[in-house]
């Protein structure tokens, strides 16, 4: 094993035994190089005011080499914060930024440590860069019964893990915390659970409320007193688009340093809470309240960044800067927040009419871009399949019976028209 490897599992054992345990094969031997391109280019780069014959960029008149016709589209920008490789934790003055958000957005972190958010190329980067430090063959990845089909791909088909489902909805139609609490206590033998907290969730649309919230804490502190190491992840992709009384901060706040066995992992970014999906922009948080452990944790971010992409784009990151310094973000964002609210809003009246009969039920949903219906008569491929061959119009079939449809990219005088045409696809169906 490389030294800077040991040294970094070193300083975790000695800090936290816990976290060191929850390290993949990978996640042990991983190191961010000290001695290298990336360290001798950032020595050069603040002291040779001479000439600079490190890094594998051009320059020309001082400045970035460019084309100007692509520069002539971003002649805002100066070329230093577009063209340069940005370094592999991101911008620092973005990540800075992200803290500062962070931690107004998240008050029941009051105190507590984190690290500096390390950019990401979006969120679906962020989790593969926990399933690579986390993840090895045969551990146990616990996720609801509906969520996103790529935590299949990144933990269980790239790292081996063994996804562990539970039902998300109980009897009630509120967050499943009993189910949750049984699926990590079903890891004890192993010693070690990974549990995806994607909350609003993917594809229902549904956030808990804030009891719901205490007894998902409450269900992981168990698993922890039980002697499980848990890796606790947010998944925060739609974080901030909450409409209803509902939990209206990440639960990251009270995971952090919750307990010696539970390291609290946040994955947000800019993708969706900003609307730049094709930005590539994310971030992973690490909350400790050991600085060393904090500091350990990064190097190895980096050095899973550094050998798989090496670093992130640096022109998003910039442009996301530039907005998030704006005067006029908060008042644009919360525009378009209003905008989400009253599509979600119309949809749940139409949803509340009458109008469509026992066709379907829906899924509790009160966030985020989605919500599901529950075919009661017929399977949701069918509906899927008429929905598109007949009318047009496109939708998510989930299982056997769920319908995921995406009112985040529907304007609102037109959800009328694409419920009734649901459900006009369900009595073609049934027809047939």
């Known amino acids: 094993m490389h030294p800077l490897a040991q040294q970094l599992n070193e300083t975790l054992e000695r800090e936290n035994p816990h976290v060191s345990a929850m390290l993949s094969s990978l996640g042990k031997a991983i190191y961010f190089p000290k001695v290298g391109i990336l360290s001798q280019s950032a020595e050069a780069k603040a002291k040779a005011k001479k000439f600079n014959a490190t890094i594998g960029i051009a320059i020309e ?4 080499m460019h084309l100007d016709v692509i520069q002539n589209t971003l002649s805002e920008y ?3 914060d577009l063209y340069e490789y940005a370094p592999p934790a991101g911008k620092p003055e973005l990540r800075a930024a992200w803290r500062s958000r962070l931690l107004k957005e998240t008050p029941s972190l009051g105190t507590k440590k984190i690290g500096n958010p390390i950019a990401t190329n979006a969120l679906t980067h962020g989790l593969s860069i926990v399933a690579d430090l986390f993840a090895d063959a045969g551990d146990a990845v616990i996720i609801p019964d509906k969520n996103w089909e790529n935590y299949e791909l990144t933990f269980g088909v790239r790292r081996g893990a063994v996804i562990v489902e539970y039902p998300l909805y109980n009897a009630d139609n509120r967050f499943n915390s009993a189910g949750l609490r049984d699926a990590l206590l079903s890891c004890k033998d192993k010693g070690k659970a990974i549990v995806v907290l994607n909350f609003p969730n993917n594809p229902t649309g ?6 719901e919230g205490d007894e998902i804490v409450a269900a992981i502190r168990d698993a922890a007193e039980a002697g499980i190491n848990v890796v606790a992840v947010t998944d925060d992709a ?7 009384d509902s939990l209206h901060e990440s639960l990251f706040g009270k995971l952090a340093d919750m307990h010696p066995r539970v390291l609290a992992v946040k994955i947000d970014g800019a993708t969706k809470e900003e609307y730049v999906w094709g930005f590539r922009v994310g971030f992973i948080t690490y909350a400790s309240s050991s600085d060393d452990v904090l500091a350990a944790l990064e190097q190895k971010t980096m050095g899973i960044i550094r050998a798989t992409i090496s670093s ?7 442009f996301v800067l530039r907005a998030l310094q704006s005067p006029d973000y908060e008042a644009q964002k919360a525009e378009k927040y209003n905008i989400m609210k009253r599509r979600a809003n119309r949809v749940k009246k139409l949803l509340d009419s009458g109008r469509y009969g026992d066709a379907w039920e829906y899924y509790p949903f009160n966030s985020g871009y989605f919500m599901c219906l529950k075919m009661t008569k017929t399977d949701a491929e069918s509906v899927r399949r008429r929905l598109l061959d007949a009318y047009g119009v496109g939708t998510i079939a989930l299982g056997p019976t769920d319908l995921r ?11 009328e028209e694409l419920f009734d045409t649901i ?3 369900v009595q073609d169906v049934l027809g047939q």
Do not use: M, W
């Open 312 to 318: 992130g784009p640096h022109p998003s990151q910039t």
């Open 238 to 244: 739609y974080y901030g688009l909450f409409f209803e």
């Open 405 to 415: 449809v995406a009112f985040s990219c529907i304007e609102e005088e037109n959800l």
């Open 423 to 425: 459900h006009r696809a």
């Open 61 to 64: 008149n001082g400045q970035p």
């Open 78 to 80: 100066d070329p230093k």
């Open 206 to 211: 549904y956030t808990p409320g804030p009891a």
